[in-house]
């Protein structure tokens, strides 16, 4: 079974490879994450699911093959572009500012695009664009269900809350297409569940879509549309999370790993 085009392209890699000195990391990668759907990638560690991700979002070096952003070719666009046109990004590692509240995390992103559109008018403090700011950032926090965390300082939130915090903070940015890089890292069974379900509610309601890098087996096979699997930098099956379980490749790569048995 091909992907098939959901509400039309999103993010494509088309023959991406990426080197670093000797090593391959990923090696003619071809995968599409169109738009109304979540997409997997998933793979032992050190497959190459960091990398590939990084090829899309701009910050690893392509050395042949393209990355396509609705239809057009971004291979060697820098990142910040790619975020204009409506590319959001997560990273692994958890970056919210301590000291500040959730509400002024979550901003944080829309403050600074609009400084970095228009900076004189955020400088003279444009109240129309202040007040979408904070009606955006309340829409956001409804939508991850942490309204009452919002003058919670950031330092003081759990893991799990501090996932949300993140989740609200790009889908903030309104991006029609989001690379999520082990959002659930760290939440328990319930968390994540909750998260899962966040996140398809994001795409049903906006149709914006997702590329989603995830070791938690359980979330992306319940969430995910259609799932790529890499290994050693290559991609060794993709289907749907029913043909993922049957797959005996994806079996084989996982041997000795407790990723699949979560699920
Ligand atoms: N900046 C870099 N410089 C050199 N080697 C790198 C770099 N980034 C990744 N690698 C190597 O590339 C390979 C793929 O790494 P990558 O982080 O993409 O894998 P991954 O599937 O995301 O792994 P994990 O699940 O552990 O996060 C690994 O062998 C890693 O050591």
């Known amino acids: 079974m091909r992907a098939d085009q959901g509400r ?9 490879t990426v080197r670093y000195g000797g090593l391959v990391a990923a090696d003619s990668v071809t995968l599409s994450a169109p738009l109304g759907r979540i997409t997997g990638l998933i793979g032992p560690n050190g497959a190459g699911k960091t990398t590939t991700f990084s090829a899309c979002s701009g ?13 057009e070719e971004v291979t060697g666009v820098p990142p910040q572009i790619r975020g204009q046109r409506g590319l ?3 990273f692994q590692r958890m970056e919210l500012f301590d000291s500040l509240t ?4 979550v901003g944080l992103g829309l403050e600074a695009g609009l400084a970095g559109s228009k900076p004189w008018r955020h400088l003279l403090g444009n109240k129309g664009d202040k007040a979408r700011i904070v009606a955006r950032v309340q829409e956001s926090l409804r ?3 942490i309204e009452d965390l919002a003058q919670v300082t950031a330092g003081e939130l759990s893991t799990g809350q501090g996932r949300l915090v ?13 690379l999520l890089d082990e959002p659930s890292s760290g939440l328990d069974r319930a968390e994540t569940a909750r998260f899962g379900a966040i996140l398809r509610n994001t795409v049903a309601e906006t149709g914006c879509g997702i590329l989603l890098v995830e070791h938690d087996m359980s979330l992306v096979l319940n969430i995910c ?8 930098g290559k991609l060794i099956f993709e289907g749907t999370p029913a043909q993922i379980v049957a797959s005996q490749e994806v079996q084989a790569a996982y041997l000795g790993s407790a990723d699949l048995e979560a699920s």
């Open 225 to 232: 549309d259609y799932v790529y699997v890499l290994d050693f």
């Open 102 to 105: 959730v509400a002024d995390n």
């Open 59 to 71: 910050t690893a070096p392509v050395s042949s093959g393209s990355v396509h952003l609705f239809g």
């Open 88 to 90: 959001g990004r997560t």
């Open 8 to 16: 039309g392209p999103g993010l494509e890699a088309r023959g991406v």
């Open 166 to 178: 993140e989740l609200a903070r790009v889908l903030a940015g309104n991006f029609r297409m989001l």
């Open 143 to 145: 939508r991850c269900g």
